[in-house]
């Protein structure tokens, strides 16, 4: 007998509450596909506009082993982009069709991809705090209850971890160096501060998706609870490079063993995400452009895929 729909949500919410992971062939909510959906493209997407900041800096990187790790994190990110893709693929999502979405500006994606890399010294802030802020998010992701992201995420975590490293090494160096070089790591750390702790979302107050994604399990910890955490861990980094934090209200908190933290400006956080940040039209126009300049090879392979099929068929 055809199980009702009711039985079948208890028993998914059962096997979530089990731990055991959901797979693609399993049945699942449409809820659930569709939040995975929405929440790994925007993922995909961020990995590959991420791209932009830091690419604008491989032919100025100052020296050749510099260049060479920059292009190499830099393609770490164009596989998480196309790993994250087809783990949207396998909940039934089509990539032309979700790529389409980001070049229409209908797609979201990271906040954070919308800020200048002005300086040498922002690619050090970039891989320190986004990525250290990345990974803060995305370990609890390895734990997500469906199994394609989940998996995708732990070999995406041990990247980003060594991208965080480099990213805290370009910082330090330039801490260490002259004052022209200590001035541009602080000058850094002062505009991505912020931006980076946007990150996270919005507070837990105001997440709209929260509350179901953590019964759901596919989120694990709260916005704020990584916020803190990230802010726990980085204040003291800064510390150790001799750099400052730029926020007046930053103070460890004895009671909680916590740092405090001051208010994020979540007017500006919203104007990015609504497409009104500093390089929001310059990301889409860059990504619209890189597929239109590589169409002709996506259509020679198609024709020589063609080709083959025909080829083999009259053989
Ligand atoms: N930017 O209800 P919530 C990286 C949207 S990867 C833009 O809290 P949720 C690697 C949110 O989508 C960085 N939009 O949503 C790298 C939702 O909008 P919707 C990306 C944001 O999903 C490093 C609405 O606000 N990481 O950096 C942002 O439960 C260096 C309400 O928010 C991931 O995507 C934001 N910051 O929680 C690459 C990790 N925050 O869809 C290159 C996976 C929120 O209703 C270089 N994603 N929104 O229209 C997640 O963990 C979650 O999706 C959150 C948001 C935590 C981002």
Not at 66 to 76: H, I, S, T
Not at 173 to 188: N, V, W, Y
Not at 210 to 239: C, G, H, Y
Request: charged share 30%.
């Amino acid at each position: 007998m055809e199980k009702s729909l009711e039985q079948k949500l208890e028993e998914f919410q059962q096997k979530i509450d089990a731990e055991i992971r959901i797979e693609p062939t399993d049945w699942m909510p449409d809820e659930y596909r569709k939040t995975l959906i929405r929440q790994i493209s925007q993922h995909a997407h961020s990995e590959i506009v991420g791209m932009l900041p830091e690419g604008n800096w491989i032919t100025r990187a100052p020296n050749l082993r510099r260049k060479a790790v920059l292009l190499a994190k830099v393609q770490d990110e164009a596989g998480h982009g196309l790993y994250l893709y087809s783990a949207a693929e396998t909940l039934g999502a089509d990539r032309e069709e979700t790529i389409d979405d980001l070049h229409s500006g209908k797609a979201k994606y990271s906040s954070i991809f919308n800020y200048p890399t002005l300086t040498w010294a922002d690619i050090g802030a970039v891989g320190w705090l986004v990525d250290g802020a990345a990974i803060m998010n995305q370990v609890p992701l390895c734990r997500c209850s469906y199994g394609p992201y989940a998996r995708a995420m732990v070999r995406v975590c041990k990247e980003e971890s060594f991208h965080q490293r480099q990213g805290f090494e370009i910082m330090m160096r330039l801490a260490q160096g002259t004052p022209e070089q200590k001035a541009m790591a602080q000058d850094a750390l002062n505009r991505w501060w912020w931006p980076a702790l946007m990150m996270f979302g919005p507070t837990d107050k105001d997440s709209k998706h929260s509350a179901q994604s953590m019964n759901w399990k596919i989120k694990r910890i709260s916005n704020d609870d990584l916020r803190q955490q990230f802010v726990d861990i980085t204040v003291p980094q800064a510390e150790m490079i001799g750099l400052s934090v730029p926020d007046k209200d930053l103070v460890w908190n004895e009671e909680t063993q916590h740092y405090s933290y001051g208010e994020i400006n979540w007017d500006e956080f919203m104007n990015v995400v609504a497409g009104n940040g500093p390089c929001n039209k310059e990301r889409v126009t860059a990504r619209r452009k890189a597929k239109e300049e590589g169409m002709w090879v996506r259509e020679a392979a198609a024709a020589f895929a063609e080709k083959r099929k025909s080829a083999k068929k009259a053989s």
